[in-house]
């Protein structure tokens, strides 16, 4: 039987920017899969009806994550997160995964950039804080620098206040939804490399991401003069 994919609940889910967040990991045996998906439409339903539900993210375990699934669940603050997350309605349904599927762990997800690594770990651990930085750095600064060249218009045509607040509208914007995912989706082996085996992958990996900021900046400065 093929597995039911996050595909199948994805048309009622609501995507919109995350202000608080949550990681559920699930151990989910391979026969238990297609209950497991009825159960999370079931909670995901159930949590839309709280003020601040904004949306949930399904990742199913890949070969090598031994069935662990991660779900992610999104709010418009803590507040309203946590109020879902004590609420007892949750706790029926948690009650209904604990029985049929198993035990789960949940993570609250801390806010700013840490949104945009979810799932990387199938234990819902996100990369080391330099890696993520050093990644939102590789995605911003192209955009920032692109924009500034092809978009954003000159500080003394609408003064240097307007020009910043347009050029950081368009940079965030684009990071958040285009670059920073395909960006992240590139650097996955790298942020997920850990231990003694992953070392030499994460040298590897941070000598290309200079080498590349390096080269991307004598381009921009070679065009810009």
Do not use: C
């Not at 597995?3 to 994805?10: I, M």
């Not at 994550?65 to 879902?84: A, G, N, P, Y």
């Not at 050029?167 to 003694?196: E, H, Y």
């Not at 070392?199 to 290309?208: C, D, E, F, K």
């Amino acid at each position: 039987m093929n597995p039911p994919t996050p595909d199948a609940v994805r048309p009622v889910l609501e995507v919109r920017h995350a202000g608080a967040s949550a990681v559920i990991v699930q151990h989910v045996p391979e026969d238990k899969v297609e209950r497991f998906m009825q159960l999370q439409a079931g909670i995901t339903e159930a949590a839309r009806d709280f003020p601040g539900y904004q949306k949930v993210d399904i990742y199913p375990p890949t070969q090598n994550q031994h069935l662990e699934w991660v779900v992610v669940i999104h709010f418009d603050d803590s507040t309203t997160l946590q109020r879902w997350l004590e609420s007892p309605v949750r706790a029926e349904w948690i009650a209904k995964f604990h029985g049929e599927i198993g035990e789960s762990r949940l993570k609250p997800l801390p806010s700013g950039f840490s949104s945009w690594f979810v799932g990387m770990d199938a234990d819902g651990k996100l990369p080391p804080s330099w890696k993520m930085a050093l990644s939102v750095l590789l995605a911003l600064y192209p955009t920032v620098m692109l924009l500034a060249i092809l978009v954003v218009p000159r500080p003394d045509r609408l003064g240097l206040a307007v020009t910043m607040l347009i050029s950081n509208i368009l940079s965030v914007s684009l990071t958040q939804w285009i670059v920073s995912p395909a960006v992240n989706a590139v650097l996955a082996p790298w942020l997920r490399a850990d231990g003694k085996e992953g070392r030499r992958r994460t040298l590897v990996g941070l000598l290309l991401i200079l080498v590349t900021l390096g080269a991307m900046a004598f381009l921009f400065h070679t065009i810009t003069g």
